[in-house]
């Protein structure tokens, strides 16, 4: 019966994907009314096993469209389950057989392998058939069984529209340690639909609604029993679990002038959280640690931090936009950024990664400029709602602020001003102690400049610049290590633009660089201490 409805109620939508619908739904049938756990009146529980819809749309927990995601994110959860909570809740994920050509996927079959993640199960939708044509392997069933297992996974295949088969496949796969499952299960896009069935070029159509008349007619007329499933209960297991308020173990220790590096900083801030025992290798497999760092954070079960270098992150872009169309609360952590990365070369240079995150809505954007300002940076972002990016250099600077100073979301810092200052320099990370260097020689000649730390790029501290600009001449410089395109000079002309009375000059890395000594790229490249001074002084003159 419940298989009928399935069907019938994906008629009654005018999906438009019926007949990939319609291939899992006896799938669909057996986990949510005979194999998972869950409370029904509460679909968010703790303790309610949890169900990744991976093949095409979303469920529960998050958003998949983007197919080869849902796997990563399920193994994030079955990694908090088994080993953060410890508790009985499994993890099931439906996949479709054409997402199997993404990396991702095999990414995220090597992890859930490598930390023996017995809990998950993941399901391989083999219908056949693809949004064109014939996918690759059709039904070579025994191919997705042989691949699963060189994986290190336990692998059940079985015939997918053989609702005991699959009952006892769910129950032998709860009953396996140290490994995961996956059941390949062979069936039939278009599944029940007469002339539709195993047929091509029905992907993404919905059905005419005489057509889809008929059809509910026929799955009614073979419904042959009323009787109502429930699920089972969830065993009442999982920890009470309180992420609110999250406070450091001590206050930041550094002293003025002390030279260290904001990634290295950001790294001593994350151990001093509350679980600096919680660190999940990934890996070389950027994009599914994004997922699974997503799956961790599902349900609030965790707070999490995943990093890597900026510039590796562009690839999981599609990981990263999936989770703020979620509205997960996720912590990512960008190091080595610009062409203060050095003799590393452009590969390693990240110079886009501002324009993209600021480009994913409610993402706040901390570019902080030593370390302890990293340290506020990363306690705000634990205790932030949403997406957060933290950007650090490699490079060793400065300890500018002292351990009694505050910061927030949104609030810039004016670290030099007088009243004769005759223009504004913002800068951030690298680029602001250029400007404090800058400054200090301009103030050799008698020219004094007024330099901002921007501190979040994004929201921005709109309020601070314009005021600050009006009272230093109306000239802003903007100064960065990232291309002009989406950073903080494009960021700031937007906050400026209402504005006659005040002009910004943007200093930017203008190109691909090249490989070489990090202050030497800084200057080659017209973000350096040097060239501040040359705009500087063009500016005073201008007025």
Known sequence: RADGEVRALEMHERSSHPTSCSSAAEIMSVLFFHTMRYKQEDPENADNDRFILSKRLSFVDVATGWLGQGLGAACGMAYTGKYFDKASYRVFCLMGDGESSEGSVWEALAFASHYNLDNLVAIFDVNRLGHSGALPLEHCIDVYQKRCEAFGWNTYVVDGRDVEALCQVFWQASQVKNKPTAVVAKTFKGRGIPSVEDAENWHGKPMPKERADAIIKLIESQIQTNKNLEPKPPIEDSPQINIMDIE???????????????????????????????????????????????????????????????????????????????????????????????????????????????????????????????????????????????????????????????????????????????????????????????????????????????????????????????????????????????????????????EPDILVHQLAVPGVPRSGKPSELLDMYGVSARHIIVVSVKCILMN
């Open 248 to 498: 450091m173990s001590s206050p930041p220790a550094y002293k003025v002038g002390e030279q260290i590096a904001t990634r290295k900083a950001c790294g001593l801030a994350l151990a001093k959280l509350e679980h600096p025992d919680r660190f999940i290798e990934c890996f070389i497999a950027e994009q599914n640690m994004v997922s699974v760092a997503l799956g961790c954070a599902t349900r609030g079960r965790t707070v999490a931090f995943a990093s890597t270098f900026a510039a590796f992150l562009t690839r999981a872009f599609d990981q990263i936009r999936m989770g703020a169309i979620s509205q997960i609360n996720i912590n990512l952590i960008g190091s080595h950024c610009g062409v203060s990365v050095g003799e590393d070369g452009p590969s390693q240079m990240a110079l886009e990664d501002l324009a993209m995150f600021r480009s994913v809505p409610n993402c706040t954007i901390f570019y902080p400029s030593d370390a302890i300002s990293t340290e506020h940076a990363v306690l705000l972002a634990a205790n932030t709602k949403g997406m957060c990016y933290i950007r650090t250099s490699r490079p060793e600077t400065a300890v500018i602020y002292t351990p009694q100073e505050s910061f927030a979301i949104g609030q810039a810092k004016v670290v030099r001003h007088s009243v004769n200052d005759k223009v504004t320099v913002i800068g951030a990370g690298v680029t602001l102690h250029e400007a404090l260097a800058a400054a200090e020689d301009l103030s050799k000649e008698d020219i004094s400049i007024r330099v901002i730390d921007l501190f979040t790029i994004k929201p921005l501290d709109v309020t601070t610049i314009v005021s600050n600009a009006k009272a230093a001449g109306g000239r802003i410089i903007t100064v960065e290590d990232h291309y002009p395109e989406g950073g903080i000079g494009e960021a700031v002309c937007a906050a400026v633009s209402m």
